[in-house]
């Protein structure tokens, strides 16, 4: 049983470039969300989903897409990364709704 | 949403008891209290959630006062390893779901 995986877990990109942060759970969890921190700072919501075909803004989502097409995956997309997306990003699900598990995180550096 | 304020960062040694007190003024009706737990290079780990009085479990223990303007948290006999980043949250009905965490406190224990 994993949990919350994150891919890849380091991920050095050029300004302008594109990628995918992946997330899977096998935790049966309805809702999953994506965080970033930054340095010395707690963690901010980005999107979230409560259920396959769902999902809504968070508290900082520019620069950001995110689908869900099932129930275990819940990908970030950075369409054209730039150097103040560099940032630890953590994937969260959570089911009971009191408890979240997070992902080991991916740093994300953006030069 | 309720603000929360912690202490930036707190000292122990090993074998004590540590206090990390969280002041929430605003604190909502419905709100819950809760503390996660942040390693370096790890995602925030669920500690413990409670509403008023007093709840323990394996792990620590949260007072919560009468006035829930602040709370707690009570770590027994800490070792090396509760080295970590402590967040206290209060969020709507103790929803997992969208969290608000503030910069957290530094606990450092000293051997």
């Known amino acids: 049983n994993a949990g919350v995986t994150q891919t890849p877990k380091f991920q050095v990109l050029k300004t302008g470039q594109s990628m995918t942060l992946q997330c899977a759970q096998d935790m049966n969890h309805e809702y999953m969300s994506w965080y970033r921190q930054d340095p010395g700072m707690g963690l901010r919501l980005i999107h979230y989903s409560v259920g396959a075909g769902i999902t809504d803004q968070g508290e900082v989502p520019n620069g950001y897409n995110v689908s869900r097409s099932t129930t275990e995956d819940f990908p970030l997309r950075l369409l054209s990364a730039a150097p103040s997306q560099t940032s630890v990003y953590f994937c969260?699900?959570?089911?009971?709704?009191?408890?979240?598990?997070f992902g080991q995180g991916t740093r994300l550096t953006v030069v | 949403l309720a603000k929360t304020t912690q202490p930036i960062s707190m000292d122990s040694y090993e074998g004590q008891e540590v206090n990390i007190t969280c002041s929430h003024n605003?604190?909502?009706?419905?709100?819950?209290i809760t503390w996660y737990q942040q390693f370096p290079s790890q995602g925030p780990r669920f500690i413990i959630q409670?509403?008023?009085t007093k709840v323990t479990n394996e792990v620590a223990s949260l007072f919560i006062p009468a006035d829930r303007k602040s709370s707690t948290l009570s770590l027994p006999r800490v070792s090396l390893s509760d080295t970590a980043v402590y967040y206290c949250?209060?969020?709507?009905?103790?929803?997992?779901?969208?969290?608000?965490f503030g910069s957290g406190t530094q606990l450092t224990v000293l051997p």
């Open positions: 605003n604190i909502a009706t419905n709100d819950y």
């Open positions: 969260a699900t959570t089911g009971s709704n009191t408890e979240a598990f």
């Open positions: 949250l209060v969020g709507d009905g103790g929803s997992a779901r969208q969290l608000t």
């Open positions: 409670g509403y008023k």
